[in-house]
């Protein structure tokens, strides 16, 4: 099993930027391919981006591209969501989870999610 657990959410103005963090703990962390995805009200969850086990491979959904940059640091088993130039529609909770399916954005293929952390940006 893998624990996975968000931060660096929070509220800032359009425009600006945000780091998520997400800590794993448990079974070994550079085994798995991560993702983050995020869900607003009223709406199904949705892929945002996701990193190899080695970090030489990423992935984004087309929102994503451009603004938001994926990477991973094994040796303290923590996965970074860097996001700028961000947007109202941006506001959702993000959670990161882990795959032993290499390559997926299937949410069903997730395995390990985190409890999630608020991002909220106002205009």
């Known amino acids: 099993q893998v624990q996975l657990v968000e931060s660096g959410g929070g509220l800032v103005q359009a425009g600006g930027s945000l780091t998520l963090s997400c800590a794993a703990s448990?079974?070994?962390?550079?085994?798995?391919?991560i993702g983050w995805f995020r869900q607003a009200p009223g709406k199904e969850r949705e892929f945002v981006a996701a990193?190899?086990?080695?970090?030489?491979?990423?992935n984004y959904a087309e929102s994503s591209k451009g603004r938001f940059t994926i990477s991973r640091n094994n040796a303290n088993n923590t996965v970074y969501l860097r996001m700028n130039s961000l947007k109202p529609g941006d506001t959702a909770v993000y959670y990161c989870?882990?795959?032993?399916?290499?390559?997926?954005?299937?949410?069903?293929?997730?395995?390990?999610w985190g409890q999630g952390t608020q991002v909220t940006i106002s205009s």
């Open positions: 448990g079974h070994t962390f550079s085994n798995y391919f």
């Open positions: 990193i190899s086990r080695g970090g030489t491979f990423t």
């Open positions: 989870a882990a795959s032993g399916v290499i390559g997926t954005t299937t949410l069903g293929d997730y395995n390990y």
